[in-house]
């Protein structure tokens, strides 16, 4: 396995090819999974950023997430040896939401794989899990590869990574793009020249909006960004913050708080992300464990909540009708798109049925609470024309 770039240390915060970019736009910088990442601007809050990227467009710096390439004849059968997903079924340019699962059935973390050739995949996962993440795909790659099996793992320390996202994320990079994108679907990336560079450009994100997130070399990472914001009438820069409550709107697991090594997809309402064939065959880390969930059932559940009074934030107790408690809040926040705090956590089975009346306990008080489908916010994702 190659791998050039340089992950966490312990002296130091790693900067992305933008920190420049967004100081010079009054970026809020702070730290976050190893690196130092605008969390808001001065000229826009949370609230605002939030907002607009509902009703027009934003930009993302997301370059701390780890970008891999996978090659070689066997690539599908390996990566399919630790993630959920059936990617053999994948078409070229098919993308699909996926999970690196453990021996016991755990999330290691969540990812997107696009299938970039025949024979190639592209990985997008987090930022916080990529030192794990490594450990595990090249030690899993050394057996893979002694058993004569064709399969290599490169890390793109070359590209940084940025997301336009709203409503008006299609009419920019069409202007931008010269051409046409009717055909280019949610959860599909292809290669593009883009105002003379080029990208890699995936139509997906974390927002519940439609939108991309385009991998641009280093090099040409400000100047593209600088289009892509034009005159700042229709889009703007946005941090961390607004990310992190425009995910929450959207129904979207944030790993560390709603994912982890203990939680198994199933429990995590991801049993979806399990392909047909996958369910029948198995073949990826844990399977043994998950599989007969399917069918079988777990003992907790993620739920989405309405909850009255203040935020429930992370750790929040969950409680039942009986007084006792049934379940621990991993993600709240106050809904700027709905103007009523939402939450989300695991409950036992049987409380996790939308409308189910339930209590948090938020500062020692308790507040009423109640179960709702998610995502909170509908998504508006283009399917195509």
């Not at 099996?149 to 299609?170: C, E, K, M, R, Y």
């Not at 990208?199 to 641009?216: A, K, L, P, Q």
């Not at 309405?306 to 809040?329: H, L, S, W, Y």
Request: aromatic letters at 6%; proline letters at 3%.
């Amino acid at each position: 396995m190659r791998a050039g770039k340089v992950l966490r240390s312990a002296a130091s915060l790693q900067r992305t090819a933008l920190f420049s970019f967004h100081l010079e736009n009054a970026g809020k910088m702070v730290p976050f999974a190893g690196w130092e990442m605008p969390v808001q601007y001065a000229k826009e809050g949370v609230l605002a950023s939030h907002l607009w990227t509902r009703e027009k467009a934003s930009i993302f710096d997301v370059s701390h997430m780890l970008q891999t390439r996978w090659t070689g004849n066997d690539s599908a059968k390996f990566l399919e040896s630790l993630v959920v997903a059936d990617t053999q079924a994948l078409p070229v340019g098919g993308s699909t939401l996926s999970v690196f699962t453990n021996e016991n059935g755990g999330i290691i973390d969540d990812t997107v794989i696009n299938r970039e050739t025949a024979g190639g995949f592209y990985v997008v996962s987090n930022a916080g899990c990529a030192e794990k993440d490594l450990a595990h795909i090249r030690k899993q790659l050394a057996d893979f590869q002694a058993k004569g099996g064709d399969a290599d793992v490169t890390v793109i320390d070359t590209h940084s990574l940025v997301a336009i996202q709203g409503p008006a994320a299609a009419s920019v990079v069409t202007r931008l793009a010269g051409k046409d994108l009717a055909d280019f679907a949610f959860m599909t990336g292809r290669k593009m020249t883009i105002r003379g560079i080029d990208v890699h450009i995936s139509r997906c994100g974390y927002t519940g909006e439609d939108g991309f997130e385009i991998s641009v070399p280093h090099n040409d990472v400000v100047e593209f960004t600088k289009h892509l914001l034009g005159d700042g009438s229709t889009v703007k820069l946005a941090g961390l913050g607004a990310r992190d409550s425009l995910r929450l709107e959207a129904g979207l697991c944030l790993y560390g708080h709603d994912l982890d090594e203990t939680v198994t997809p199933i429990e995590a309402g991801l049993t979806w992300t399990i392909g047909q064939r996958r369910r029948k065959e198995g073949g990826f880390l844990g399977a043994d464990k998950i599989l007969p969930q399917i069918k079988g059932g777990v003992t907790r559940r993620r739920i989405g909540l309405f909850v009255e009074g203040a935020p429930a934030r992370e750790g929040a107790e969950i409680v039942g009708a009986d007084g006792n408690t049934v379940g621990t809040v991993t993600s709240g926040c106050p809904s700027p798109s709905l103007g009523r705090n939402i939450a989300m956590g695991y409950v036992q089975n049987g409380h996790h049925k939308a409308g189910t009346e339930l209590q948090v306990k938020v500062r020692g008080k308790l507040q009423k609470a109640v179960v709702t489908k998610m995502p909170f916010v509908e998504a508006r994702y283009y399917r195509g024309a």
